[in-house]
């Protein structure tokens, strides 16, 4: 298994530029919970600020979501990761969202599937297996 983070998540469901690299790791995963809220968020500027899904596309999506997170992802409590997030924070200057992804692979000793840059080359200075 491997942990996936928002950005992975948000580019797979809403089909941005190069989601289909993504298919063959969306099988089975960890999370923390907050990619819940990371990608309700995501729905919410491309439906209210860019105007790229209307609402009916909003619901499909949200259904596909829901079911993915129900029958695919194993989320992990934040609260759990927290104080090892802040040290990576703290120490690679990104933020605490980011880091708890990268807390999580560690404890997991897995890959992380991301699309942040800044996100990768920190997990990649801590010895973390980075997907695609």
Same mark, same amino acid.
């Given at each position: 298994?491997? +942990? +996936? *983070? =928002?950005?992975?998540v +948000?580019?797979?469901? #809403?089909r941005?530029? %190069?989601?289909?690299? @993504?298919?063959? /790791? !969306?099988?089975?995963?960890?999370?923390?919970?907050h +990619?819940?809220?990371?990608?309700?968020?995501?729905?919410?500027? =491309? !439906?209210?600020?860019? &105007?790229? #899904? *209307?609402?009916?596309? !909003?619901?499909?999506? @949200?259904?596909?979501?829901?079911? /993915?997170?129900?029958?695919?992802?194993? #989320?992990?409590?934040?609260? &759990? /990761?927290?104080?090892? =997030?802040?040290?990576?924070?703290? &120490? =690679? %200057?990104? $933020?605490?969202?980011?880091? #708890?992804? $990268?807390? @999580?692979?560690?404890?997991? &000793? $897995?890959?992380? @599937? $991301?699309? *942040?840059?800044?996100?990768?080359?920190?997990?990649?200075?801590?010895?973390?297996?980075?997907?695609?």
């Open positions: 298994m491997i +942990v +996936v *983070d =928002a950005s992975a +948000v580019a797979f469901f #809403l941005e530029e %190069g989601w289909e690299n @993504l298919k063959p /790791y !969306m099988k089975r995963g960890f999370s923390v919970d +990619v819940v809220k990371e990608f309700y968020n995501a729905v919410w500027k =491309a !439906m209210y600020l860019f &105007k790229t #899904l *209307d609402h009916e596309s !909003m619901q499909k999506v @949200l259904e596909l979501f829901n079911s /993915y997170i129900e029958n695919n992802l194993i #989320l992990e409590p934040g609260e &759990k /990761y927290i104080d090892k =997030a802040l040290n990576i924070a703290l &120490k =690679a %200057g990104i $933020t605490i969202y980011d880091s #708890l992804y $990268t807390a @999580l692979a560690l404890d997991k &000793k $897995t890959p992380l @599937l $991301t699309l *942040d840059r800044k996100q990768r080359d920190t997990a990649l200075k801590l010895g973390i297996k980075i997907l695609p």
